[in-house]
């Protein structure tokens, strides 16, 4: 049994493809089914979210699997396969679960280490169990792709520093402010940007909100969505030193600000710190204000260096990131290759058993005249002669399966002897049986 | 047996700093966590190495160098988990304890043996003075310490070129918020220290002040603090201003805690090198 996924993401599908081949919620059991229905699928769980299409299968025979599936795809969607298998990447075995891992940790996101991916699997697993379409190694491998999502997240600084200006401005004003619940902001100017930042803040808790706008009655209405006060454009110097934070994006092409009336503003409130950030281009703010004592000015530019050293520094962790993935992929494997070891092994043993009895009925029928007593010796005998030979194969293998080496082991033994395996969940229970020789 | 136990806290004191260091490098809570019980192990053991001195010595061990520097790590290290329990930083603990670990280290370079009291110290003042100096002290190095981290985070703001310390170091405003209520405590500690210095003197020598070094420079320092408070409660001093005075005057105390004994003589020089 092999796990494969075939998919497309936003790095090779425009979105025009993958508008048109993703799965809305209400059509994601009817796939399953149809999946399901396939002949060469076992088990399988659809992806779909705005950035990504992707298929999880696991099947005796992937490349059957694989073609299949993509068939599949380019039919639901009413593409052809010639068109669709430009976009589509296809991943077998040990790549396809590096690929899950990878997903669910966030590192093949369009913003590393974004959050919401894990979520959306999680749906898409849960669609999976409603629909009854996953079983014991979809099941296996889902969960352990949400437990190295955790590892990574808790053990890297993945998803550590803003990657967009608004919360890189919210996370500055936290290394300002102690906190910035019960902190005063205010808007310069009602532009979009103001507001969306203005939005991040009043969301982290801050107090109170004055709108300051060259037209009054805009001033207003975005006052009153923050439920905060509009101020007149003309005297908003004489509220400087009510605020902490200054979100300034007019339309001035002068400064509006100047250091003077920013350390009137500071004596006026005791030097306590205040945090300005000028999204306007041209500037709203004299730089010269960022010279002020306790006083923090940052302009478009310092905001987006932040973002982007930000972005930098989640790079960084990804290699970290790509370390515990190798780890548990490791241990995927083993645990994936028990379940043909196993098998492997109790067949191999029936196999012999048989051959034993055979020859054994064969020895008794040729000597007619044996007791009881060597009757039972020549059945021992033959009994430690397989357990004998058995003995090594048997540690070998398990031993390699420790170190998730066992697949050629496996090939060969089916090879040499001709085994014939069934992979049923049922067999696991006879590893015990067969650790006990 | 003091001397012994002492080492024992000395070399705890050392993995409780190496350990904090490394949690602050790789920024694991987990392992910021484990340092910090370990720093409580170091104190528990170092309290205990006090009270053992105290009964081998027959007096409280705070007459030379070593024992002054001894209880003056211990009061740091006591002073700081105080201030651990409601503000809870990383980088704080990794600088205080390399801070106790080097005046540790420094208490095991003096000579360790315990000797017989010079008569003129054998006061029950003795406790009350040297502990409010050194609490006092101890309260004064803690927001030292805060204000170079001011320092830094601040210059790391204003440049806007941040090394990983930003991400890991807290807000300005709970920087200087420690250092603010340093204050608060050490300034009432430290005035109450020299007081007491005072009212001793005045029953073992007949005056309450001689001008000695010692006086001189604790008094100098004293009105540095003062500075530094007025400012505070009246002007709003705060920030990069408070922490430069922070810093300057942890200097001034360290002088006069350690430089006017090995540098200049006075009626306090019975706690020199020589003991």
Same mark, same amino acid.
């Given at each position: 049994?092999?796990?494969?996924?075939?998919?497309?993401?936003?790095?090779?599908?425009?979105?025009?493809?993958?508008?048109?081949?993703?799965f809305?919620?209400?059509?994601?059991?009817?796939?399953?089914?149809?999946?399901?229905?396939?002949?060469?699928?076992?088990?399988v769980?659809v992806?779909?979210?705005?950035?990504r299409?992707?298929?999880?299968?696991?099947?005796?025979?992937?490349?059957?699997?694989?073609?299949?599936?993509?068939?599949?795809?380019?039919?639901?969607?009413?593409?052809?396969?010639?068109q669709?298998?430009?976009?589509?990447?296809?991943?077998?075995?040990?790549?396809?679960?590096?690929?899950?891992?990878?997903?669910?940790?966030?590192?093949d996101?369009?913003?590393?280490?974004e959050?919401?991916?894990?979520?959306?699997?999680k749906?898409?697993?849960?669609?999976a169990?409603?629909?009854?379409?996953?079983?014991?190694?979809?099941?296996?491998?889902?969960?352990?792709?949400?437990?190295?999502?955790?590892?990574?997240?808790?053990?890297?600084?993945?998803?550590?520093?803003?990657?967009?200006?608004?919360?890189?401005a919210?996370?500055?004003?936290?290394?300002?402010?102690?906190?910035i619940?019960?902190?005063?902001v205010?808007?310069?100017?009602a532009?979009?940007?103001?507001?969306?930042?203005?939005?991040?803040?009043?969301?982290?808790?801050?107090?109170?909100?004055?709108?300051?706008?060259?037209?009054?009655?805009?001033?207003?209405?975005?006052?009153?969505?923050?439920?905060?006060?509009?101020?007149?454009?003309?005297?908003f110097?004489?509220?400087?030193?009510?605020?902490?934070?200054?979100? @300034? /994006?007019?339309?001035?092409?002068?400064? %509006?600000?100047?250091?003077? *009336?920013?350390?009137?503003? =500071? #004596? !006026?409130?005791?030097?306590k710190?205040?945090?300005?950030?000028?999204?306007?281009?041209?500037?709203?703010?004299?730089?010269?204000?960022?010279?002020?004592?306790?006083?923090?000015?940052y302009?478009?530019?310092?905001?987006q260096?932040?973002?982007?050293?930000?972005?930098?520094?989640?790079?960084?962790?990804?290699?970290?990131?790509e370390e515990?993935?190798?780890?548990?992929?490791?241990?995927?494997?083993?645990?994936? @290759? /028990?379940?043909?070891?196993?098998?492997? %092994?109790?067949?191999?043993? *029936?196999?012999?058993?048989r =051959? #034993? !009895?055979r020859?054994?009925?064969?020895?008794l029928?040729?000597?007619?005249?044996?007791?009881?007593?060597g009757?039972?010796?020549?059945?021992?005998?033959s009994q430690?002669?397989?357990?004998?030979?058995?003995h090594?194969?048997?540690?070998?293998?398990?031993?390699?399966?420790?170190?998730?080496?066992?697949?050629?082991?496996v090939?060969?033994?089916?090879?040499?002897?001709?085994?014939?395996?069934?992979?049923?969940?049922?067999?696991?229970?006879?590893?015990?049986q067969?650790d006990?020789? | 047996?003091?001397?012994?136990?002492?080492k024992?806290?000395?070399?705890?004191?050392?993995?409780?700093?190496l350990?904090?260091?490394?949690?602050?490098?790789?920024?694991?809570?987990?392992?910021?966590?484990?340092?910090?019980?370990l720093?409580l192990?170091?104190?528990?053991?170092?309290?205990?190495?006090?009270?053992?001195?105290?009964?081998?010595?027959?007096?409280?061990p705070?007459?030379?160098?070593?024992e002054?520097?001894?209880?003056?790590?211990?009061?740091?290290?006591?002073?700081?988990?105080?201030?651990d329990?409601?503000?809870?930083?990383?980088?704080?603990?990794?600088?205080?304890?390399?801070?106790?670990?080097?005046f540790?280290?420094f208490g095991?370079l003096?000579?360790?043996?315990t000797?017989?009291?010079?008569?003129?110290?054998?006061?029950?003042?003795?406790?009350?003075?040297?502990?409010?100096?050194?609490?006092g002290?101890?309260?004064?190095?803690?927001?030292?310490?805060?204000?170079i981290?001011?320092l830094?985070?601040?210059?790391?703001?204003?440049?806007?070129?941040?090394?990983?310390?930003?991400?890991?170091?807290?807000?300005?405003?709970?920087l200087?918020?420690?250092?603010?209520?340093?204050?608060k405590?050490?300034?009432?500690?430290?005035?109450?220290?020299?007081i007491?210095?005072?009212?001793?003197?005045?029953?073992?020598?007949?005056?309450y002040?001689?001008?000695?070094p010692?006086?001189?420079?604790?008094?100098?320092?004293?009105?540095?603090?003062?500075?530094?408070?007025?400012?505070?409660?009246?002007?709003?001093?705060?920030g990069?201003?408070?922490?430069?005075?922070?810093?300057?005057g942890?200097?001034?105390?360290?002088?006069?805690?350690?430089?006017?004994?090995?540098?200049?003589p006075?009626?306090?020089?019975?706690?020199?090198?020589?003991?």
């Open positions: 049994m092999e796990i494969f996924v075939v998919g497309l993401s936003h790095k090779t599908a425009p979105v025009s493809i993958r508008e048109t081949v993703a809305a919620p209400e059509h994601i059991g009817d796939a399953l089914g149809q999946l399901k229905k396939l002949p060469c699928i076992a088990e769980v992806v779909s979210t705005c950035n299409v992707e298929i999880y299968a696991a099947a005796d025979y992937a490349e059957e699997g694989i073609e299949a599936v993509t068939r599949f795809i380019a039919r639901y969607h009413g593409l052809d396969v010639e669709l298998s430009k976009h589509l990447y296809v991943r077998q075995g040990d790549d396809a679960v590096r690929h899950m891992f990878r997903v669910a940790a966030s590192l996101s369009m913003v590393v280490g959050p919401q991916i894990l979520g959306q699997i749906d898409a697993y849960g669609y169990v409603e629909y009854s379409s996953v079983g014991l190694i979809m099941n296996r491998f889902l969960h352990k792709a949400f437990s190295v999502a955790k590892r990574v997240r808790t053990e890297t600084n993945i998803a550590g520093n803003a990657v967009s200006v608004s919360f890189a919210v996370e500055l004003a936290r290394k300002i402010f102690d906190s619940e019960g902190k005063t205010m808007l310069l100017g532009g979009e940007m103001c507001e969306l930042a203005a939005r991040h803040f009043v969301s982290n808790g801050v107090k109170e909100v004055l709108v300051a706008n060259r037209t009054f009655a805009r001033a207003q209405t975005l006052a009153q969505e923050f439920s905060g006060r509009a101020v007149l454009f003309e005297n110097a004489d509220h400087l030193h009510q605020v902490d934070i200054v979100l @300034s /994006s007019t339309g001035a092409t002068n400064f %509006i600000i100047q250091p003077e *009336q920013v350390q009137n503003a =500071l #004596r !006026q409130r005791k030097q710190p205040m945090f300005f950030i000028d999204i306007a281009v041209p500037r709203d703010i004299d730089p010269r204000v960022n010279n002020v004592g306790n006083v923090y000015l302009d478009v530019d310092d905001l260096g932040i973002v982007k050293a930000n972005m930098d520094e989640r790079q960084k962790e990804a290699i970290e990131a515990i993935i190798n780890q548990e992929l490791v241990q995927f494997k083993g645990w994936m @290759s /028990s379940l043909e070891v196993v098998p492997t %092994i109790v067949a191999l043993r *029936q196999k012999m058993e =051959l #034993r !009895q020859e054994v009925e064969k020895t029928r040729q000597i007619k005249n044996l007791d009881d007593q009757r039972r010796a020549v059945e021992a005998m430690a002669l397989v357990n004998k030979i058995l090594q194969p048997t540690t070998g293998l398990k031993r390699a399966q420790k170190c998730a080496t066992a697949q050629p082991y090939d060969v033994l089916h090879e040499l002897f001709e085994l014939e395996v069934e992979t049923a969940p049922g067999e696991m229970k006879k590893i015990d067969v006990q020789d | 047996m003091s001397i012994l136990l002492y024992v806290a000395l070399l705890m004191y050392a993995l409780a700093t350990m904090s260091l490394v949690a602050v490098v790789r920024n694991r809570g987990n392992e910021g966590r484990r340092a910090r019980l720093l192990v170091a104190f528990s053991v170092h309290t205990v190495t006090l009270v053992v001195r105290y009964f081998e010595a027959g007096y409280t705070v007459t030379n160098l070593h002054s520097l001894s209880f003056f790590a211990w009061a740091l290290a006591g002073v700081f988990m105080l201030l329990m409601q503000i809870r930083m990383q980088v704080m603990a990794a600088a205080t304890a390399t801070l106790i670990t080097v540790m280290l095991s003096m000579p360790m043996h000797q017989e009291l010079n008569p003129a110290l054998d006061s029950f003042w003795l406790p009350i003075h040297v502990g409010l100096a050194f609490m002290n101890a309260v004064f190095t803690v927001a030292f310490v805060a204000a981290l001011y830094i985070q601040e210059r790391m703001l204003k440049s806007k070129k941040f090394s990983a310390l930003h991400y890991r170091l807290p807000s300005l405003e709970t200087d918020r420690i250092n603010y209520r340093c204050l405590f050490g300034f009432p500690l430290m005035t109450m220290g020299i007491s210095g005072a009212v001793w003197a005045e029953s073992a020598w007949g005056t002040w001689s001008w000695d010692k006086e001189s420079w604790a008094l100098i320092t004293w009105f540095l603090y003062a500075a530094l408070l007025h400012g505070r409660l009246t002007v709003g001093w705060r990069r201003r408070a922490a430069i005075f922070a810093i300057i942890f200097f001034f105390l360290l002088f006069t805690f350690l430089g006017v004994n090995l540098l200049l006075g009626l306090h020089s019975y706690s020199s090198m020589a003991g």
